[in-house]
Every structure is written in structure tokens, then in C-alpha cells.
T-cell receptor, first 114, second 113 residues
Framework: DAGITQSPRHKVTETGTPVTLRCHQT?????MYWYRQDPGHGLRLIHY???????DKGEVSDGYSVSRSKTEDFLLTLESATSSQTSVYFC?????????????FGPGTRLTVL | DQQVKQNSPSLSVQEGRISILNCDYT??????FLWYKKYPAEGPTFLIS?????DKNEDGRFTVFLNKSAKHLSLHIVPSQPGDSAVYFC????????????FGKGITLSVRP
């Protein structure tokens, strides 16, 4: 298994509070991704990173920001959490970013916004 | 606009029989396709992939078929086992897209003992 950890694994928070999720990898892969999984939607890309300090938006980026100050860490921040951001969040990594590169996923973080 | 479609939300098969999971795509730029398996409370795990230069890729009990003209791929599992019961996601990417994957909504496979 690829060395990917996510923290926390579960979090309950209130509307309007800031939340930061962390993804940590030990594979030294260049690319890192944040997805959310919701019933009826599959996996949707929030943001991704193609190197330290290099990030870009995915298809559902509104309300989220990311940062990558080190190769191994990719942070996802909800500046002011809303109930619509209740979801399961997955981090993924890949090595090449060449379009034929496999992504490997972390175990997920279940976030509930009350 | 859903570019990767898994139109059947669920599939139930008998143990030992073949499971066929289907996936359609609309973006002609997609040239790499993957299947992931997901158990509850776990992250998706990579299962098998196929490049657009091939029409078939096999790995043990799992075979993926690609029909580019129909923009259709399928995953065959033979023989199906109860441990195969999971959600299966089809995903696709295009060259030069930073390996961004577009996922289908998933199919829940149940294998009955």
C-alpha cells in the first residue's frame, strides 16, 4: 500500500468554523489531490498540487483552499464550514502526472458539519 | 455534464459466476482508463487500468475491455467471489491533464454466496 495517511479520520464541527484536513505521504510523489465523495456523485476533485507551492483548482473548489509547503504534506482548509461540506474527503497521490499515471488513495476523513 | 457514466447503480451476482460492470464516457480526449474498488470506510484501491492503445488488459480474475469507437469499457470479474462485494468506480484521464481523473458515480457489486 502507498504510504498515505490522513488526519483526522473523523471530525464533527459547527457551521462557520474553520477546518483543516491533512494529508501526509511517504512516497515522495510529486502530485497530490483532494477529492470529496458524496452519494450519487462519486468522487469529485476539489484541488490538486503538482509540486511544492504549486496548486490548481478542481471541479468543486468553491469554499476550499489548499496549501503545500512540503512535498509530503497537502492541507485542505475549509475557511468557514457549511453543512453542504459534510462529506468524506480523500487524498490521493501520483508520481508522473502524465495522463497514464495511477493515483493511490488515503483512507479518508469523514467530516460532519452541524 | 457527466463525462464518465456508470448507469447501473448496483449489480448482484452469484458466487462463481461472471460479473460485468459497464462504463461509458463522452470525452474523446480520454486515453487512459482505470477501475477502482472501494470497501466501506476505506479509501478506493486501484484495481486495473487500460491505455487507449489496447482493447483488453487482464490481471488474474479481472479483465478490462475497451471499445473506443463506442466509448465504452467494461470490467469482467471471473469467477466472482463474496470478497469482491464493493463499490467499483470507473475513472478516465487525458494526456497532459496532470493525471486528473474523472470518476463515474460507482456501481455497488454484491456477490451472493
Amino acid at each position: 500500500d502507498a504510504g498515505i495517511t490522513q488526519s483526522p479520520r473523523h471530525k464533527v464541527t459547527e457551521t462557520g468554523t474553520p477546518v483543516t484536513l491533512r494529508c501526509h505521504q511517504t512516497e515522495n510523489h510529486r502530485y497530490m489531490y483532494w477529492y470529496r465523495q458524496d452519494p450519487g456523485h462519486g468522487l469529485r476533485l476539489i484541488h490538486y498540487s503538482y509540486g511544492v507551492k504549486d496548486t490548481d483548482k478542481g471541479e468543486v473548489s468553491d469554499g476550499y483552499s489548499v496549501s503545500r509547503s512540503k512535498t509530503e504534506d497537502f492541507l485542505l482548509t475549509l475557511e468557514s464550514a457549511t453543512s453542504s461540506q459534510t462529506s468524506v474527503y480523500f487524498c490521493a497521490i501520483s508520481d508522473g502526472g502524465l495522463g497514464t499515471d495511477t493515483q493511490y488513495f488515503g483512507p479518508g476523513t469523514r467530516l460532519t458539519v452541524l | 455534464d457527466q463525462q464518465v457514466k456508470q448507469n447501473s447503480p448496483s449489480l448482484s451476482v452469484q458466487e462463481g459466476r461472471i460479473s460485468i460492470l459497464n462504463c461509458d464516457y463522452t470525452n474523446s480526449m480520454f486515453d487512459y482508463f482505470l477501475w477502482y474498488k472501494k470497501y466501506p470506510a476505506e479509501g478506493p484501491t486501484f484495481l486495473i487500468s487500460i491505455s487507449s492503445i489496447k482493447d483488453k488488459n487482464e490481471d488474474g480474475r479481472f479483465t478490462v475491455f475497451l471499445n473506443k469507437s463506442a466509448k465504452h469499457l467494461s470490467l469482467h470479474i471471473v469467477p466472482s467471489q463474496p470478497g469482491d462485494s464493493a463499490v467499483y468506480f470507473c475513472a478516465a484521464s487525458a494526456a497532459g491533464a496532470n493525471s486528473k481523473l474523472t470518476f463515474g458515480k460507482g456501481i455497488t457489486l454484491s456477490v451472493r454466496p
